[in-house]
Each structure stands twice: as structure tokens, then as C-alpha cells.
């Protein structure tokens, strides 16, 4: 099965910066069948990017999606306050589907 | 807006079966548009996907875990229902439904809220 790394673990930002988490996979992720999520706590993840560009319905567009290949990166343009969350990525290219570990975004 | 909910026992003992239920609200398990997951999720091993059903009956389980899993579908109720077997303290984790898209395992679009499910004598 394919192995996504996510980094870093945590990033420590303030509101109005700019975030970028990377994802890594172990083998070529197929047709860029890449979704990344946001988790705040009690709560299930929400899907914020499929195929890894395209914005889910209600995504606010400071949250984009690129990458291709192995390397995959979620940046979040504009920090708002309820942006800080964490954040999964997951591959669907191959069976089983995986998730990577999480980078937890935390206010500075 | 499709809704999900999990329901079913938040304590089972070892060996047992696990057995939860999802019913979905506001979309139709047999839309022909979508497939129907389980995922968990627990502090040692992450998010882990499960399995799907599609409305016709068939079924993709996780390797790791299809010798214990059964997923079924039941469309006049408009539930999808998880059954795990001989369960052990490693089982203990959140239990998501999710409205899936896609084939091979897909992304997951809607998520019900999750209930926790704990292995314990």
C-alpha cells in the first residue's frame, strides 16, 4: 500500500500568514487522486481538495491544492482563525485508500 | 444537504462483533453516483479506511482487515450497516460513515459525526 508522509508535524503560524503542508507518497500517487481534509477537534474531517486541486463545495478559495506525482502540497494563502486545525491528506489512486499522519496547525 | 449517522453499541467485549449502523438523510444510497465507507480512526494507527458498499451490493474491504469485515446495504431503510468480527482492544477507535466518490477507494465527500466504539471486558 502507498505511505504518506506528511510535514512538518506541527506548524505554529499567526493569523494572516501563509501555510504550506507538504504530503509525500511512498510510490506515484495514479491521476493525481490526491484529497486533503480539515479535523478540529470532536469533529469529523471535512474534505477541503479532491484530485488534488479541485476545491470541494463551500471551500473558501485562500485554500488550494497542487502537485502531482509523489509530492503533494495543501497552502492555505491568508490564515483565518478557524483555520487552525489538522490537517490529513489521502490517496484513492490505489487500493487500499491511505491517510497520512497529519500536520497539526497551531496559532503562534 | 446528505447527512449521515452512526448508531450502535459503544462497548463490545473481546471476540465479539462489532456492529454499527449508518442512516443517511437529504441522498439515497442508491444513487448510482456514489459508494458508502467506513473509516476509523484511533490514536495508534490514524485514519484507516475500512470498506464500501455500492448500492448494487459489491463490496471493496481493506486488505488488512477483510476477514473480519462485512459491509451490507439496505435501501428501503437507506442504511449501510459495518460488522467487524473477534474484535480485540487494537478495534478501538471513532467509526465514521462517509458518502464516497469515486472508485478504487475514493475521496470522501460527507461524513457523519463519528461514534466511538471501545473493546473492553
Known amino acids: 500500500e502507498i505511505v504518506l508522509t506528511q510535514s512538518p508535524g506541527t506548524l505554529s503560524l499567526s493569523p494572516g500568514e501563509r501555510a504550506t503542508l507538504s504530503c509525500r507518497a511512498s510510490?506515484?500517487?495514479?491521476?493525481?487522486?490526491l484529497a486533503w481534509y480539515q479535523q478540529k477537534p470532536g469533529q469529523a474531517p471535512r474534505l477541503l481538495i479532491y484530485g488534488a486541486s479541485s476545491r470541494a463545495t463551500g471551500i473558501p478559495d485562500r485554500f488550494s491544492g497542487s502537485g502531482s506525482g509523489t509530492d503533494f502540497t495543501l497552502t492555505i494563502s491568508r490564515l483565518e482563525p478557524e483555520d487552525f486545525a489538522v490537517y490529513y491528506c489521502?490517496?484513492?489512486?490505489?487500493?487500499?485508500?491511505?491517510f497520512g499522519q497529519g500536520t497539526k496547525l497551531e496559532i503562534k | 444537504q446528505v447527512q449521515l449517522q452512526e448508531s450502535g453499541p459503544g462497548l463490545v467485549k473481546p471476540s465479539e462483533t462489532l456492529s454499527l449502523t449508518c442512516t443517511v438523510s437529504g441522498g439515497s444510497v442508491s444513487s448510482g453516483s456514489y459508494y458508502w465507507s467506513w473509516i476509523r480512526q484511533s490514536p495508534g494507527k490514524g485514519l484507516e479506511w475500512i470498506g464500501y458498499?455500492?448500492?448494487?451490493?459489491?463490496?471493496n474491504y481493506n486488505p488488512s482487515l477483510k476477514s473480519r469485515v462485512t459491509i451490507s446495504v439496505d435501501t428501503s431503510k437507506n442504511q449501510f450497516s459495518l460488522k467487524l468480527s473477534s474484535v480485540t482492544a487494537a478495534d478501538t477507535a471513532v467509526y465514521y460513515c462517509a458518502r464516497t466518490v469515486g472508485a478504487t477507494t475514493g475521496y470522501f465527500q460527507h461524513w457523519g459525526q463519528g461514534t466511538l466504539v471501545t473493546v473492553s471486558s
Open positions: 489521502q490517496q484513492y489512486g490505489n487500493s487500499p485508500g491511505t
Open positions: 458498499i455500492y448500492y448494487s451490493g459489491s463490496t
Open positions: 510510490q506515484s500517487v495514479s491521476s493525481s487522486y
